[in-house]
Structure formats: structure tokens, C-alpha cells
């Protein structure tokens, strides 16, 4: 099956600093990848979609330049959390879309920031 | 805009019994994707099952299947001979496959706990 990596898993950093999640498809190209983010017994809310080698489209409410994402190549996307305040720790996930109707998720990544 | 209701927060059921998860939708599309998704502890998610919209038959995956009533707009998943394993946060979404990004539209979730 494919699968998708998230690196780190889990961080903690300082309020005011700046934190970088990869999220890769190991074994298959993603058209599109997608940044969710989760509250503690919630739903996954969407922040962007990201294409290779275009902007992102951020949802409305997320703000482009605290979480900045960045779509290299068909196998790698980053979200960069800019300036981490408290309020920003939460659980994020990455997917991946292959060129088929269907995403793969990665494990996510369990911010905390102090 | 597509909405995706779970009106079940918390479902328990005991190993070896089933139990039925609702999920209803609201779309003027006629062809879409369906997919129920299992979150456990480790909060990797799963795909258990995935439904296309112009299938009539009811996707199975062995002890997982689904009740996709099109007219009725409801997606209801069963789960068979449950299992401590299958304690999980469940997920229904769907998918218009005209919308270019492949987005998925998730329900609120339901808690299913399964006790010995």
C-alpha cells in the first residue's frame, strides 16, 4: 500500500521560534498533498492543499504566513509554523493524492509549544 | 458546499458483537466518493472501506461493510464480530471527484469503544 512519512513526530519548542514538519509519499508520486490539523477528540480540519511547484490554497481562517507550506517535488511538502506561540500546539497530519480518488495519510506530528 | 454528519459521538459494543455507525451527507453531485476511516490511539489514520458512488453493490472489506443508500444520502458503516482492536475514532468522508484538489470533507467522528 503507499505510505506517507511525517517527520518529526513530535516537537517541542520555545514560543517565537519556528518549526518545520516534512511529510513525504515514499513509494508513489502525490499530485497534491493536504495539511490538517486536529484538537484532542476532534475531526481533522483542513489548512491547505499544496501542488507541486505552485502556491498553496489556504482555507479560509488559516493564515499563509504564520504556516507556511512549501511543495518541492512530487514526493515532498513542508509546513513551517512560524513564529509557534501556545496556542498554535495542536496534532498535524499530512496526506498524500496520488493521481486516483484517494488520500494516504501520514502518521502526524505532535506540536507543543512553551 | 458538501456537509458530512456523524450524529453519533460514542458508540460501545462488546467483542464478538456488531455495530452500526450513521453517516449522511448532502450533495448535488452525482457521482462522489465515500470512505470511512479508523483513527486509533495512534492517531495514524486508516482507510477501511472506500464506496464509489455509481456502484450500487455495497463495498465489503472482511469484517467491515458498508449501507450506501444514494437516494437517502446515508452512508452507514457495520462492523462485525468486533474486535478490542477495532477501538478507534471513525471517520466518514467524502470526495467530489470534479473538484480538482481531491479534497475530503470529514464527518465530526464517532468514538467506538469495544469492551471484553
Known amino acids: 500500500g503507499a505510505v506517507v512519512s511525517q517527520h518529526p513526530s513530535r516537537v517541542i519548542c520555545k514560543s517565537g521560534t519556528s518549526v518545520k514538519i516534512e511529510c513525504r509519499s515514499l513509494?508513489?508520486?502525490?499530485?497534491?498533498m493536504f495539511w490538517y490539523r486536529q484538537f484532542p477528540k476532534q475531526s481533522l480540519m483542513l489548512m491547505a492543499t499544496?501542488?507541486?511547484?505552485?502556491?498553496?490554497?489556504?482555507e479560509q481562517g488559516v493564515e499563509k504566513d504564520k504556516f507556511l507550506i512549501n511543495h518541492a517535488s512530487l514526493t515532498l511538502s513542508t509546513l513551517t509554523v512560524t513564529s509557534a506561540h501556545p496556542e498554535d500546539s495542536s496534532f498535524y497530519i499530512c496526506?498524500?493524492?496520488?493521481?486516483?480518488?484517494?488520500?494516504?495519510f501520514g502518521p502526524g506530528t505532535r506540536l507543543t509549544v512553551l | 458546499a458538501q456537509t458530512v454528519t456523524q450524529s453519533q459521538p460514542e458508540m460501545s459494543v462488546q467483542e464478538a458483537e456488531t455495530v452500526t455507525l450513521s453517516c449522511t451527507y448532502d450533495?448535488?453531485?452525482?457521482?462522489?466518493?465515500l470512505f470511512w476511516y479508523k483513527q486509533p490511539p495512534s492517531r495514524q489514520m486508516i482507510l477501511v472501506i472506500r464506496?464509489?458512488?455509481?456502484?450500487?453493490q455495497n463495498a465489503t472489506e472482511n469484517r467491515f461493510s458498508v449501507n450506501f443508500q444514494k437516494a437517502a444520502k446515508s452512508f452507514s458503516l457495520k462492523i462485525s464480530d468486533s474486535q478490542l482492536g477495532d477501538t478507534a475514532m471513525y471517520f466518514c468522508?467524502?470526495?467530489?471527484?470534479?473538484?480538482?484538489?481531491?479534497?475530503?470533507?470529514f464527518g465530526a467522528g464517532t468514538q467506538v469503544v469495544v469492551t471484553p
Open positions: 468522508a467524502f470526495m467530489n471527484p470534479t473538484d480538482s484538489w481531491g479534497k475530503l470533507q
Open positions: 450533495t448535488s453531485e452525482n457521482n462522489y466518493y
Open positions: 513509494d508513489f508520486q502525490a499530485t497534491t
Open positions: 464506496q464509489e458512488a455509481y456502484k450500487q
Open positions: 499544496s501542488n507541486e511547484g505552485s502556491k498553496a490554497t489556504y
Open positions: 496526506s498524500a493524492r496520488p493521481s486516483y480518488n484517494e488520500q494516504f
